[in-house]
């Protein structure tokens, strides 16, 4: 399949309106295979002991995927499902106790100083079944220094859950906020109040929570670019250090059903959301640490972001469908729960040598990804394995090359790692994008115009796939 440079942008821009997780499955359903936990424990061992690049990796992040919601937002993305009995809650933590003590001794000697949980809704578990997971967490990999990331949806926080956090270590608290507007969250069946979004926002900095993020969403059906921009000024009023503003992806593909004409103005209004956004923000003192992220200057020290993987860090995660990692060697991911009170299903990820090469260079690429160093690890040329693609990269400014070291130019501000995976593994994978094409012909056309004229750039900060692969914990 012949793929040209603006084809390959137009079909970037489509693959934006698509429900992610089926792409999730398309780009690494494919590579996996049902497998078992022992065998993750050996993969893991074996690499630590023999692969002397992830033996140098000394830090783990821990992820805890909370697949559980209350109720099921019209926009959302992300691995979750609808709580039908608390009791689930329990066995949940029972299973996730259970796969957090087997792994654990193939973590060993590595330092676990961060917790990220992530949903579906963190905040759902009652203040006893928060203690009951941060013991099992403690038990497995004890760290009296660890730093707690949390995400909350304020429908479902309270100030007893707050304070079993604070008690534990809560570095960052993530206030799915998208709208202060009630009428808009009505629209999209979110349950909670302004009231308590800004009672979430307030206490969190009473309790001196180090980083408060707040996420809000651009473009939701019935908001206003008056009341988002109101919005973000209420909620920088009350002391949110960190925001995030998500282009709004439609799941329904309704919006891509409608005419051009509107498909374009539906993108004009959230493009200008976004940047007006943007532009509040800088004003306000943030800096822009990722696509739609932003950090207050001076908030103290270097805020972090949910668990990713660096060239110094892999991901352990725990829970149905999270996701594990040591770059270029070792993946894994959870499947759902299975009845009785067992480990979730797991599928390793027997991904082949070319995927596992270009993984490592999108990871080495923020640090500094050396020629030398790539072959010398994998025992085949980055020339021939990404040459191409880092040229695409380089003649849109994206990264540089000097003395044998491709790096990311200052024209974009990637920082966290997510979003760069997902482009390299479709920048980098033909294969993967042919099969995507071949997976969404039936949808893919290729004469229409779905970036609605937007530059490369833009493509890639607008898209939710970005998005996708840190939210759920790769
Ligand atoms: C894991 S989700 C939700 C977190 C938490 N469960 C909550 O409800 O607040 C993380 C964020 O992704 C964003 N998001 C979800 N679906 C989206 C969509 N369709 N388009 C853009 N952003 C979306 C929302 O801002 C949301 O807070
Ligand atoms: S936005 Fe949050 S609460 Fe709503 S369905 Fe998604 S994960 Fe659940």
Redesign the pocket.
């Known amino acids: 399949m012949i793929l040209n440079r603006s084809d390959l942008r137009n079909f970037l821009f489509f693959l934006n309106e698509i429900h992610p997780l089926s792409i999730e499955d398309s780009l690494l359903g494919a590579a996996t295979a049902p497998s078992s936990w022992e065998e993750v424990k050996t993969k893991i061992r074996v690499a630590r002991k023999n692969d002397s690049f992830v033996r140098s990796i000394k830090r783990v992040q821990i992820y805890i995927h909370v697949p559980f ?1 209350g109720r099921l ?1 019209k ?4 691995a979750r499902i609808l709580l039908r009995r608390r009791s689930e809650i329990n066995t949940y933590i029972d299973s996730v106790s259970r796969q957090m003590m087997f792994l654990s001794s193939a973590y060993q000697g590595m330092s676990a100083d961060t917790l990220c949980f ?4 963190p905040s759902i578990l009652n203040a006893q079944q928060l203690t009951a997971i941060l013991d099992g967490v403690d038990e497995a990999f004890p760290n009296p220094q660890r730093k707690i990331l949390f ?3 304020p429908s479902s926080w309270s100030a007893s859950k707050l304070a079993v956090l604070s008690a534990r270590g809560l570095y960052r608290l993530s206030i ?1 906020v ?1 709208s202060l507007d009630d009428k808009v969250l009505r629209n999209v069946s979110r349950s909670q109040t302004r009231k308590k979004v800004l009672w979430c926002l307030r206490s969190a900095r009473k309790a001196k929570v180090p980083y408060v993020n707040v ?3 651009a473009g939701l059906p019935g908001q206003t670019t008056k009341g988002f921009m109101d919005d973000l000024e209420v909620l920088l009023d009350e002391g949110a250090n960190v925001v ?1 503003v ?6 329904t593909g309704q919006i891509l059903r409608r005419s051009q004409d509107e498909v374009k103005d539906f993108f004009k209004k959230r493009d200008s959301m976004m940047k007006l956004g943007s532009e509040a923000l800088v004003k306000a003192g943030f800096s822009r640490k990722g696509l739609g992220a932003y950090t207050q200057t001076g908030a103290g020290e270097e805020h972090q972001e949910e668990a990713y993987t660096t060239l110094e860090s892999a991901v352990a995660g725990f829970g149905p469908f999270a996701k594990s990692q040591f770059p270029g060697a070792v993946y894994y991911s959870s499947g759902a729960l299975r009845a009785g009170n067992n480990l979730p299903s797991v599928a390793l990820a027997q991904h082949d040598k070319s995927y596992a090469m270009s993984h490592y260079a999108a990871i080495a690429i923020m640090d500094g990804l050396n020629e030398k160093v790539f072959a010398r690890r994998f025992g085949v040329s980055l020339e021939k394995q990404c040459g191409e693609a880092l040229r695409f990269l380089q003649q849109e400014g994206l990264v540089t090359f000097s003395k044998g070291v491709w790096k990311f130019s200052g024209k974009w501000e990637i920082r966290r790692i997510r979003e760069y995976i997902v482009l390299t593994r479709i920048l980098f994978g033909q294969r993967m994008v042919d099969n995507l094409r071949r997976r969404f012909a039936d949808k893919y056309d290729p004469q229409h115009d779905y970036s609605g004229g937007n530059s490369l750039l833009k493509a890639y900060s607008n898209s ?1 796939l970005m ?1 996708l692969y840190y ?1 759920m914990g790769v």
């Open positions: 919601c937002c926009f959302c993305h992300c992530g949903g579906g809704t995400e909350i949806n799915g998208q996420d809000l969403m995030h998500y282009p709004y992806c439609d799941p939710w998005t939210r």
